[in-house]
C-alpha cells in the first residue's frame, strides 16, 4: 500500500508548479492545469486480489456489483483519500480544485465536513451545491471544479477511487472549459437553484480508453 501526502498550496512559484505536477501526475507536452488553490489531498491505493461479485434482486433495491481483479499486474485498485478545502480566503477568494477529470471506472464521494459548490463543465450556468453528508458519484470523462465559498469552515470530503490497475494517476487537470483557459479558472458561477438537473450517468465514459 502506497501513501501519499502532498501540500498543494505551496508558497513558492517554482516549488507550487513542482507540487501540482506531483500531486495531479505527469504529462507529456504543454501542462494544461488550472490552478489549484487552497486545496490539498491524501490518498492511500490498494489492489482488490480476487474477483468480487455482489448481487441483489430481491428484494428491493436493485443492488449489483461485480469487479474481475487478480494478484498480478492487471486489475482493479481501490484509491481511498481524503481532501481538503481551506474556508475561502480575507480576499475573498475561494480554495478550489481546479479544473479536472479523473481516468477513473467510478469515483465515489462523501462530505464529511462543511460544504462543496461544484462547476461541471456539462452543467457551466450554475455551481450545484453539495452540503455536509451528501453522497456523490463521478465517473470517467466528467470535467469539473469544486470550491468552497464558505469564509470560515473548512470542507473535507472522503472520496474513493475505482481504478484500473495500469493507471497510475486518478486525477487528469484540464483547461476551463468554459474560458478556454489552459493555466486560470474563470470565476465561478452563481449556486443552482433548488430543482436544476445536473449532469446524468452516460455508461459510455465508463468504457476504458481501449474500448471507446
Not at 453528508?133 to 474513493?160: C, M, Q, S, W
Not at 484540464?174 to 478556454?180: A, I, K, L, M, S
Request: net charge neutral; hydrophobic share 35%; charged share 15%.
Amino acid at each position: 500500500m502506497k501513501t501519499l501526502h502532498l501540500d498543494c498550496t505551496a508558497s513558492s512559484r517554482v516549488w507550487r508548479s513542482i507540487t501540482l505536477l506531483a500531486c495531479f501526475g505527469l504529462v507529456a507536452g504543454p501542462v494544461q492545469a488550472t490552478q489549484a488553490f487552497g486545496f490539498n489531498s491524501q490518498t492511500f491505493r490498494g489492489r482488490v486480489t480476487d474477483n468480487v461479485s455482489v448481487h441483489q434482486w430481491i428484494p428491493t433495491p436493485l443492488f449489483t456489483l461485480l469487479m474481475q481483479s487478480s494478484r498480478d499486474q492487471w486489475g482493479i485498485d481501490v484509491v481511498q483519500g481524503t481532501s481538503m478545502f481551506a474556508p475561502m480566503d480575507a480576499s475573498g477568494r475561494p480554495s478550489q480544485s481546479g479544473w479536472h477529470d479523473h481516468p477513473t471506472l467510478l469515483t465515489i464521494g462523501l462530505i464529511v465536513e462543511g460544504q462543496l459548490w461544484s462547476h461541471e463543465k456539462a452543467n457551466p450556468e450554475c455551481l450545484k451545491v453539495l452540503p455536509t453528508g451528501t453522497v456523490f458519484f463521478e465517473r470517467r470523462g466528467e470535467i469539473h471544479n469544486n470550491y468552497n465559498l464558505d469564509p470560515k469552515v473548512t470542507a473535507v470530503v472522503r472520496v474513493i477511487h475505482f481504478i484500473e490497475r495500469n493507471e497510475s494517476a486518478t486525477r487528469r487537470d484540464q483547461p476551463d472549459p468554459v474560458t478556454g483557459n489552459p493555466t486560470t479558472a474563470g470565476a465561478p458561477p452563481p449556486a443552482c437553484p433548488e430543482g436544476v438537473a445536473t449532469s446524468g450517468f452516460n455508461p459510455w465514459d465508463m468504457a476504458s480508453p481501449s474500448q471507446r
